[in-house]
Nanobody, 126 residues
Framework: QVQMVESGGGLVQAGGSLRLSCAASGRTLSSYAMGWFRQAPGKEREFVAVVRWSDSSTDYTDSVKGRFTISRDNAKNMVYLQMNSLKPEDTAVYYC???????????????????WGQGTQVTVSS
């Protein structure tokens, strides 16, 4: 089992930056890819970014490429999402997620996620 706790959300003006953190715990973290998903009011939860513990391979949804960077610190069991050039449309609750590594080909699918964090609110004002 994997437990995750997110932090770092808040209110920021458009063009600003935030860094989200996800503290993960569990005996088999290396068996998972760690990702970020988000859910805006009235919308479905969607994939944002993912990183593998083993080799730091990453993937991003097109709308955040060049603005967001996902990274992990194996020694601290932490996953980060650096968000720059934020836009109002980035406003959402952001969730840390763990997906078993054998489902890497399904890394952007909500249904493939095995564990979720509780979420952290990000609000970008115009």
């Amino acid at each position: 089992q994997v437990q995750m706790v997110e932090s770092g959300g808040g209110l920021v003006q458009a063009g600003g930056s935030l860094r989200l953190s996800c503290a993960a715990s569990g005996r088999t973290l290396s068996s998972y890819a760690m990702g970020w998903f988000r859910q805006a009011p009235g919308k479905e939860r969607e994939f944002v970014a993912v990183v593998r513990w083993s080799d730091s391979s990453t993937d991003y949804t097109d709308s955040v490429k060049g603005r967001f960077t996902i990274s992990r610190d194996n020694a601290k069991n932490m996953v980060y999402l650096q968000m720059n050039s934020l836009k109002p449309e980035d406003t959402a609750v952001y969730y840390c997620a763990a997906t078993l590594i054998y489902n890497w080909h399904r890394r952007s699918e909500v249904r493939a996620v095995n564990y979720w964090g509780q979420g952290t609110q990000v609000t970008v004002s115009s």
